[in-house]
C-alpha cells in the first residue's frame, strides 16, 4: 500500500510504502464508539458533590413542638423537604476511569486513520520543519499544502517549540504526539498533517 508524499510547498516528492494492516484497515464503529466514550469519560474529574441532609450545617434542634400548629410536623430544618435543606440521593464524588483492552483501542485507532486516509484526509509531509515562530509564516505553509481554514490535526514524532509557537495562535490547528494520540483527535479534524517519521511511528505503536 502506498501512499504520496509533499514537501513544504504541497508539491508530490515522493510515495512511501505503508503497513495495510494499520492504514487499509475496515471502519469498525462499535469499537470506535467505544474508545470514543471511554477517552472523554476518562476526562471527567468526578468532583462533582452535593450535601445529603447528614452533612448540610445545622437542624439540630426540632423547629418547633410536634402538636398544636396545624402544620406537618417536622424534626429538622435540614430535611429535603425544606429550603435550604439536604440533597436526596445528589452527586457525590467518584472515579469514572474507564480502560480499554489495548487490542480494542489499538484497533479503534488503525480503523480510524485508515477510513481518513481511504477518504483522501490525511496528507503526508517529507518534514513538518518549521524554521520560523511567525504565524504569517505558518498561514502561508498551510495555504501551500491547500489546508487554509480547515480543522488541522498535525501530529508530530517529537515536541517542535517553532511550530508550536507559529500554531497557537490559530484557532483551528491542534497538535499532537502521533505516539498517544487519541480516536477522539483523529476523528475530530477535518485533515490530518503527519510527517514520514510519524508514519514510521504509528506503523509500531499501532502493529
Known amino acids: 500500500m502506498k501512499i504520496e508524499v509533499h ?11 505503508i503497513d495495510s494492516n ?9 469499537v ?37 400548629r396545624g402544620v406537618a410536623r417536622a424534626g429538622t430544618i435540614r430535611s429535603p423537604l425544606w429550603k435550604g435543606g439536604g440533597v436526596v ?32 484526509e ?8 518549521i524554521e520560523s515562530k511567525k504565524t504569517s509564516n505558518f498561514k502561508s505553509f498551510l495555504k501551500n499544502i491547500k489546508v ?4 488541522t490535526l498535525i501530529l508530530v514524532s517529537s515536541f517542535q517549540e517553532n511550530l508550536v509557537l507559529a ?11 502521533a505516539r498517544s494520540v487519541s480516536v477522539y483527535d483523529l476523528l475530530d479534524s477535518e485533515v490530518i498533517l503527519i510527517d514520514k517519521i510519524g508514519v514510521k511511528i504509528l ?5
Not at 514537501?7 to 510504502?17: A, E, F, L, P
Not at 500554531?167 to 504526539?177: G, H, L, Q
Open 203 to 207: 506503523s509500531e505503536v499501532l502493529a
Open 7 to 17: 514537501n513544504n510547498s504541497g508539491i508530490v516528492v515522493d510515495s512511501i510504502d
Open 148 to 151: 487554509g481554514q480547515k480543522k
Open 122 to 129: 490525511v496528507v503526508v509531509l517529507d518534514t513538518i520543519d
Open 32 to 68: 470506535v464508539r467505544q474508545a470514543v466514550l471511554a477517552e472523554l469519560t476518562n476526562l471527567r474529574q468526578g468532583t462533582h458533590s452535593a450535601k445529603n441532609r447528614s452533612a448540610v450545617r445545622g437542624g439540630g434542634k426540632k423547629p418547633f413542638k410536634q402538636k398544636g
Open 89 to 120: 440521593f445528589g452527586p457525590e464524588p467518584h472515579g469514572y476511569s474507564h480502560k480499554m483492552p489495548k487490542k480494542m483501542s489499538k484497533l479503534a485507532r488503525k480503523s480510524v486513520i485508515s477510513k481518513r486516509i481511504k477518504d483522501g
Open 22 to 30: 494499520v492504514f487499509g484497515v475496515k471502519l469498525n464503529p462499535s
Open 167 to 177: 500554531s497557537r495562535n490559530i484557532r483551528n490547528v491542534f497538535i499532537e504526539n
